[in-house]
């Protein structure tokens, strides 16, 4: 891509040590777009995993003093909506253990707003805006940096890009030439200089390389390409199985704003709907919020889960605990029931076991990604944090130390030439283009640009050597 190169006459001549150099090229390039996003995602990541662990999605952890039985969830429904004036409840979720509040989402003029209830007395303890806080905001700069479909796209090809980086790192700091083992997992304190921040930059990026992976593909499952179009597509439930009536709305239309808050692998999956005799017979009489609770009190549903109230004529109560929403620390407790609004009737019931083994994965994946597993899943992403900004800064900085003060240049890697073809690093591109397509779409749009402007254009050639 420059017009600084290596020749046949340079110490660097033989295949390995241009090998080298162009999985450094490629390392280099891929850092310049990629690390700006890691760090936006790490520490976007690291605001919502201390919100969530301190403060909460809401208000849910506000304390109360238990105080008998709780009240009929239709009382606590009453006062949710009488908080509001005009208001109508859409969605209730259970407290997150006996000291804690209940919480109601009411819906007034297309705006919804959170009510904190004690579950004891039935007093409304407080309002706030639904899914618009803090962390809700971390969330939608963390999903598409607040510009929609175009910033998820460039998140997308961000995180395909890092995987490359990811690849090209791992090949760098591999060791070679009589370096040992030790000088790949321990830094090298005692160097100095650019050699210091080197040693840094590869040991820690050598330890984070695949817990990076796995928040990488587990982020890009919610991308708009890869992650909506292939990877939801191929592994979404068939609604087909429950042999009910179906809506033309998906569960999806149960997220609210850019919050994900339903089982990622329903998203995509249509919706039951009220009103003919189909399903397995549940709750006799009149269906209330107070049968629904009890019913999914004997199905197992215990300690904080959702009750989605029917949205029209023919929607449907939908009782659901799942990782998606952070109702517990088990991710394999997935369940959605949804009970047709007129019969009591259960329409669907999907449990964990039900979902595809990449669903199934993404389940687990979400717990972990949100930091839902323990105290040490905290700890831990804390610290994945905390180091891929290291890496991030510190390949800044080794750009810096490199790079000659009065040089109007990227100082890029040199470019080696005589190079044989490299078949291993061709299938890599040819895979990684393969599975992520924006990746696959940016790897093309920077040969293209090799290949011709760069070709043609004295001055870009200098600029980006």
Request: proline share 6%.
């Amino acid at each position: 891509m420059t017009d600084t190169t290596i020749g046949d006459h340079s110490p660097a001549a033989p295949s390995a040590s241009k090998f080298y150099f162009i999985a450094w090229r490629w390392h280099f390039y891929a850092g310049l777009y990629v690390i700006p996003f890691l760090c936006m995602l790490a520490l976007t990541g690291l605001t919502m995993l201390w919100i969530s662990w301190g403060a909460g999605l809401g208000a849910e952890r506000m304390a109360v003093t238990p105080a008998g039985a709780p009240v009929p969830l239709t009382q606590l429904q009453a006062a949710a909506e009488a908080a509001v004036p005009g208001s109508r409840a859409v969605q209730y979720v259970a407290p997150l253990a006996e000291n804690r509040v209940a919480a109601f989402a009411v819906e007034a003029g297309g705006t919804r707003t959170g009510v904190a209830l004690d579950p004891y007395t039935g007093e409304a303890l407080h309002t706030f805006p639904w899914r618009a806080g803090w962390y809700d905001f971390a969330n939608d700069i963390h999903g598409s940096l607040l510009l929609g479909s175009f910033g998820d796209a460039m998140i997308e090809i961000a995180a395909s890009l890092a995987i490359v980086l990811i690849a090209s790192g791992l090949y760098l700091h591999w060791p070679r030439n009589g370096t040992s083992w030790r000088t790949t997992l321990i830094p090298q304190i005692r160097a100095r200089g650019r050699g210091f921040w080197k040693s840094l930059h590869g040991v820690a990026g050598f330890w984070i390389s695949l817990l990076l992976l796995v928040f990488l593909v587990s982020g890009l499952s919610w991308s708009g390409v890869w992650g909506t179009k292939m990877m939801q597509a191929w592994n979404t439930f068939p609604a087909e199985k429950w042999g009910v009536p179906t809506s033309d709305a998906t569960h999806a239309a149960m997220n609210h704003g850019a919050s994900d808050e339903v089982p990622w692998g329903l998203e995509q999956t249509p919706m039951p709907v009220s009103g003919s005799l189909t399903g397995t017979s549940a709750i006799q009489g009149d269906v209330t919020i107070d049968k629904i609770a009890a019913f999914a009190t004997t199905l197992g549903f215990d300690g904080r889960f959702q009750i989605n109230l029917p949205a029209d004529e023919t929607g449907v109560w939908t009782v659901s605990h799942d990782s998606m929403s952070n109702d517990g620390p088990d991710p394999t407790a997935d369940r959605t029931v949804h009970i047709d609004r007129y019969t009591g009737n259960v329409l669907a019931d999907v449990r964990f076991a039900d979902y595809s083994p990449y669903a199934k994965a993404m389940a687990v994946g979400i717990a972990f990604h949100e930091g839902d597993l323990g105290i040490w899943n905290l700890a831990l992403n804390t610290l994945f944090c905390l180091l891929v900004v290291l890496v991030s800064v510190s390949g800044v900085v080794m750009w810096q130390k490199r790079r000659p003060a009065s040089a109007s240049r990227l100082a890029a890697p040199p470019r080696p030439t005589g190079l044989p073809f490299w078949k291993g690093a061709a299938a890599l591109v040819l895979v990684l283009g393969a599975l992520f397509p924006m990746a696959g779409a940016a790897i093309l749009v920077i040969l293209l640009i090799d290949a011709t402007v760069l070709r043609v254009l004295p001055s870009a050639k200098r600029a980006l050597s």
